[in-house]
């Protein structure tokens, strides 16, 4: 009898409609390698589903504590598929000279060191997993995903896309999928699979925030923001301020993603479009970050974090349960009819997640996309957790010199957008 396996779920950052768009609509060889990148997605959920446990079925028994500090390890998969590789670079060694090892290596970093600073985790499964990561998957290989147990990396095919480690968001958000799958394993389809893509997007800009030192109306709210090459008409694969308009491109169409629930698509392909009705939580918390003004990992990125966390958020939760969670803990944290608490409702109101208001929040101006009223006041504290008081003295993509010696240290530089296409 021939054996049964449940398809292993892997998290890609570009979804497949952007994919198939190319393979409809694009010259004959973007056709192929299209079509090879959406094979090779299909292959690898099967192959992997047989050899790896999953992460978030695994880490909660079998994970061992370790001691706080990241532990990397790059590969190189030298243009192979076999996982994971050639080890060229481990946690503490000088850089290579591979522009995409350091950069995988840093966004490791940056990730590892923002969940420790600010919330205390203690990497992925807060138990001290290593952090490995291969590049140079298979060749021109048009993605990057977290498979459950590490990260991989293609080169693009230079193209339609750069090199897939280009932008520090995408990392943070594909070691996030890991996060959530050991806190709340949220199902990976329909309105729970939205969700699941929605916190990576929201912590992979989140990671990317803490890295400048930006605040929240400083930030530019765009997920893979380097991805495309310039023959490409757009700037992102997703933008959270602005659902909808990352891209319109005659080759990969316009960005689908509705940022109400009036927009909200019922489809059947990419497990219920979790990457494209993920627009609409997204777009809630750029309006509640906004409204509540500062770093926005500080409050509303702790409000979402502390929802994530809460053991009543159920594996099959949908947009309003998690949104009713978070006007809880909103509430919890800052007081009932809070700003925070308002900030939080409204912006659930105004994607229409949620119906029924609590109040109003001060204002100074109006989201284009929904009509929501938002005041953009500036810092308006810390959280509990440490945040480097001298991080605004420091270049992008360099840590404060007083890091502890357990924390990345030598991560340099910001991707030059100027090399893009190297």
Same mark, same amino acid.
């Given at each position: 009898?021939?054996?049964?396996?449940?398809?292993?779920?892997?998290?890609?950052?570009?979804?497949?409609? /952007?994919?198939?768009?190319?393979?409809?609509?694009?010259?004959?060889?973007?056709?192929?390698?299209?079509?090879?990148?959406?094979?090779?997605?299909?292959?690898?959920?099967?192959?992997?589903?047989?050899?790896?446990?999953?992460?978030?079925?695994?880490?909660?028994?079998?994970?061992?504590?370790?001691?706080?500090?990241?532990?990397?390890?790059?590969?190189?998969?030298?243009?192979?598929?076999?996982?994971?590789?050639?080890?060229?670079?481990?946690?503490?060694?000088?850089?290579?000279?591979?522009?995409?090892?350091?950069?995988?290596? *840093?966004?490791?970093?940056?990730?590892?060191?923002?969940?420790?600073?600010?919330?205390?985790?203690?990497?992925?499964?807060?138990?001290?997993?290593?952090?490995?990561?291969? /590049?140079?998957?298979?060749?021109?290989?048009?993605?990057? @995903?977290?498979? +459950?147990?590490?990260?991989?990396?293609? =080169?693009?095919?230079? *193209?339609? @896309?750069?090199?897939?480690?280009?932008?520090?968001?995408?990392?943070?958000?594909?070691?996030?999928?890991?996060?959530?799958?050991?806190?709340?394993?949220?199902?990976?389809?329909?309105?729970?699979?939205?969700?699941?893509?929605?916190?990576?997007?929201?912590? +992979?800009?989140?990671?990317?925030? @803490?890295?400048?030192?930006?605040?929240?109306?400083?930030?530019?709210?765009?997920?893979?923001? +380097?991805?495309?090459?310039?023959?490409?008409?757009?700037?992102?694969?997703?933008?959270?301020?602005?659902?909808?308009?990352?891209?319109?491109?005659?080759?990969?169409?316009?960005?689908?993603?509705?940022?109400?629930?009036?927009?909200?698509? =019922?489809?059947?392909?990419?497990?219920?479009?979790?990457?494209?009705?993920?627009?609409?939580?997204?777009?809630?918390?750029?309006?509640?970050? /906004?409204?509540?003004?500062?770093?926005?990992?500080?409050?509303?990125?702790?409000?979402?974090?502390?929802?994530?966390?809460?053991?009543?958020?159920?594996?099959?939760?949908?947009?309003?349960?998690?949104?009713?969670?978070?006007?809880?803990?909103?509430?919890?944290?800052? +007081?009932?009819?809070?700003?925070?608490?308002?900030?939080?409702?409204?912006?659930?109101?105004?994607?229409?997640?949620?119906?029924?208001?609590?109040?109003?929040?001060?204002?100074?101006?109006?989201?284009?996309?929904?009509?929501?009223?938002?005041?953009?006041?500036?810092?308006?504290?810390?959280?509990?957790?440490?945040?480097?008081? =001298?991080?605004?003295?420091?270049?992008?993509?360099?840590?404060?010199?007083?890091?502890?010696?357990?924390?990345?240290? =030598?991560?340099?530089?910001?991707?030059?957008?100027?090399? $893009? $296409?190297?």
């Amino acid at each position: 009898m021939q054996q049964q396996f449940t398809p292993r779920i892997l998290h890609t950052i570009v979804p497949p409609h /952007i994919l198939s768009s190319i393979a409809e609509r694009g010259t004959l060889q973007q056709r192929d390698r299209a079509l090879k990148s959406l094979e090779l997605d299909q292959y690898v959920r099967a192959v992997r589903s047989r050899s790896i446990p999953l992460l978030q079925a695994q880490l909660p028994q079998t994970a061992v504590a370790k001691a706080v500090g990241p532990e990397r390890s790059i590969y190189d998969a030298r243009h192979a598929t076999d996982l994971p590789g050639s080890l060229i670079r481990h946690e503490g060694q000088t850089p290579v000279t591979d522009k995409a090892g350091n950069e995988a290596y *840093d966004g490791l970093g940056w990730t590892y060191n923002f969940y420790q600073q600010v919330y205390s985790r203690n990497s992925i499964d807060n138990k001290g997993l290593p952090l490995d990561a291969s /590049i140079h998957y298979d060749v021109s290989y048009n993605n990057a @995903f977290w498979d +459950g147990g590490q990260m991989v990396f293609g =080169d693009g095919d230079s *193209d339609t @896309f750069n090199r897939f480690t280009i932008a520090l968001e995408v990392i943070g958000h594909e070691l996030t999928h890991g996060v959530t799958g050991s806190e709340a394993n949220l199902d990976y389809n329909d309105q729970p699979g939205a969700l699941n893509e929605s916190i990576s997007d929201v912590f +992979g800009s989140l990671v990317k925030q @803490f890295s400048l030192n930006q605040s929240a109306d400083q930030a530019d709210w765009l997920i893979g923001k +380097g991805l495309f090459t310039d023959k490409v008409q757009g700037e992102a694969l997703r933008s959270m301020k602005a659902p909808g308009t990352a891209y319109d491109d005659p080759v990969l169409g316009k960005d689908p993603q509705p940022a109400t629930m009036d927009g909200y698509v =019922d489809m059947t392909d990419d497990n219920g479009g979790v990457h494209v009705n993920s627009g609409i939580p997204n777009h809630a918390f750029y309006l509640a970050a /906004i409204a509540i003004g500062g770093h926005a990992w500080e409050k509303t990125g702790r409000i979402w974090y502390i929802t994530l966390c809460d053991r009543a958020l159920k594996p099959s939760a949908n947009f309003n349960d998690f949104a009713t969670l978070t006007v809880k803990h909103a509430s919890a944290l800052y +007081g009932a009819n809070s700003q925070e608490q308002q900030a939080v409702q409204k912006a659930w109101e105004a994607v229409k997640v949620l119906k029924t208001s609590i109040g109003t929040i001060p204002t100074d101006g109006t989201d284009a996309t929904t009509g929501i009223v938002i005041t953009t006041p500036g810092n308006t504290g810390s959280s509990n957790w440490p945040i480097p008081d =001298d991080a605004e003295d420091n270049a992008p993509w360099q840590f404060p010199q007083d890091t502890p010696e357990n924390l990345p240290q =030598d991560l340099s530089e910001e991707p030059d957008e100027s090399d $893009a $296409a190297d």
